[in-house]
């Protein structure tokens, strides 16, 4: 599956996130603690250049804490603050505030070294589509400031949000990039709910989650699904699902693309378990110039 979507908006948010940052102090990156590796668009270290970055890693409520720890090290090691946040009950986003405050002295020591009075900071948030990024402004700004959806491309036009006399967000459209090549990297933003269903086959999909869930959250799996440990094949798990939640069309055949979506759906809402796609591998502890071991 090369997933070949790259709507016309998106390459005008490219451009809207180009144009404004010369006005931000500081960008948040908003990845999905679910899969830190395939929710970092790739494009945005260029986009973003050197501008301060503090790393956020939503809907920590639905990862594993465990494997969040994992990732919480390895951007220690490359000297990025990375912070679990929970963008609906507000945890973690106090810190968050506070390390993108505390990126930005340099602004803070300049206004006090001209005996200028603080301009609020300005911080922009960036992320791939239904990561977060407006629900979290929303939970900083204690109101719906922002329109969130469960569904990606919600946000469509730029927004400046103030939330208080120290701070304000820019909240952009989320952004994909233009080819996703890796087969495994599309089958997870799928799964984390970045690309639009309408696009996706669905059977596809769930078969791949599920071999994804096998090997690391089997037991959970099984025990969601009350399956039969004999069980093997993944086919024959999606059928047993189906007919165990009534997916079922004409005659009592299984309908396999509505068990598909319910699978999709209760990974999305973490009824399968606290789970994380990826951990920290070898490559990445080599990128960042740590040759002696898997963080
Ligand atoms: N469980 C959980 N759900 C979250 C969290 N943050 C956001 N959501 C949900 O994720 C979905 C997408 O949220 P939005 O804030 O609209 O995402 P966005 O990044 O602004 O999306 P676009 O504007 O489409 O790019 C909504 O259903 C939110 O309720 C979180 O921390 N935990
Ligand atoms: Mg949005």
Known sequence: MSINWYPGHMKKTKDLIDANLKLVDVVIELLDARIPISSRNPQFDQLIGHKK????LNKYDLA???????????????GIKAIPINSLNGEGLGELINEAKASCTDVIEKAQRQGRLLRPIRAMIVGIPNVGKSSLI???????AA?????????????????????????TPGILWPKIEEDLMGIKLACSGAIKDEVLNIEDIAYNLIVLLLVDYRKAFYERYKLDESIEDVVEIMT????KRGCLVKGNEVDLEKASRLIVDEFR???IGRITLEIPSLQS???????????
Do not use: C, M
Not at 53 to 56: C, D, G, P, T
Not at 138 to 144: E, I, V
């Open 240 to 243: 047993v699902i189906g007919r």
């Open 138 to 144: 929303n939970k900083l700004a204690g109101k719906n």
């Open 64 to 78: 594993d804490p465990h494997r969040t720890k994992l990732w919480i090290q390895y951007y220690a090691k490359i």
């Open 53 to 56: 970055r503090v790393v956020a």
């Open 147 to 171: 329109k969130t959806g469960n569904k990606p491309g919600v946000t469509r036009g730029k927004q400046w949000i103030r939330l208080n006399k120290e701070v304000e967000l820019f909240d």
């Open 285 to 295: 502890a080599l990128t960042s110039g740590d040759t002696n071991e898997t963080v």
């Open 269 to 271: 809402k973490g009824q």
